[in-house]
């Protein structure tokens, strides 16, 4: 049976595997407390959840595109860049197929988010709400919470594999 992946590539994200049936399977990122109290990303522990699901036959995996924000500092920036060089590297490494979407490419498959007149500030977790109403569609057997995005996010990347391939 054929699985894909859907890769939040962020500290706090997930790696979400689905099946040909709709079965759905979760994984943290594998990450780290470092000596300062900090998370760093478990290479090894990235390398063998990888290794483990490409074992069981990964059709495709679509891991989110990452790109530097200016309203983001530049160590945050370099952290997301560098997670998003691990897993693809642990997906290259294991022979994995891979798509690298921009967010606005996968989510527009999912939800439209409606645009902001001119002037207004888009409120905190706007597009996040239209993800997780998305992804509670879609699969009304699973319950999230909007602080859960990685998991909800990395379901609808991983659904989104599914229908390219």
Not at 17 to 36: L, M, Q, R, S, Y
Not at 44 to 50: P, Q
Not at 59 to 68: R, S, V, Y
Not at 77 to 98: D, E, I, P, Q, S
């Amino acid at each position: 049976m054929s699985i894909y992946l859907g890769i939040d590539p962020g500290k706090t994200g997930y790696v979400c595997a689905i099946d040909e049936c709709g079965t759905i399977g979760w994984h943290k990122t594998p990450i780290f407390k470092n000596v300062k109290g900090g998370a760093g990303y478990d290479q090894v522990g990235m390398w063998n959840l990888i290794a483990a699901l490409a074992h069981d036959g990964i059709a495709l995996a679509a891991i989110e595109t990452q790109q530097p924000y200016p309203s983001q500092g530049g160590v945050s920036n370099f952290t997301t860049g560098f997670g998003f060089g691990l897993w693809c590297m642990a997906l290259t490494g294991n022979h994995v197929k891979r798509i690298e979407p921009r967010p606005k490419e996968w989510q527009r498959m999912f939800f439209t988010v409606p645009k902001l007149k001119k002037g207004q500030k888009r409120p905190a977790n706007y597009v996040k709400g239209y993800a997780m109403s998305a992804a509670q569609k879609l699969f009304p057997h699973e319950t999230f919470k909007i602080s859960q995005s990685g998991k909800f996010d990395s379901l609808l990347i991983a659904e989104f594999a599914r229908r390219m391939a």
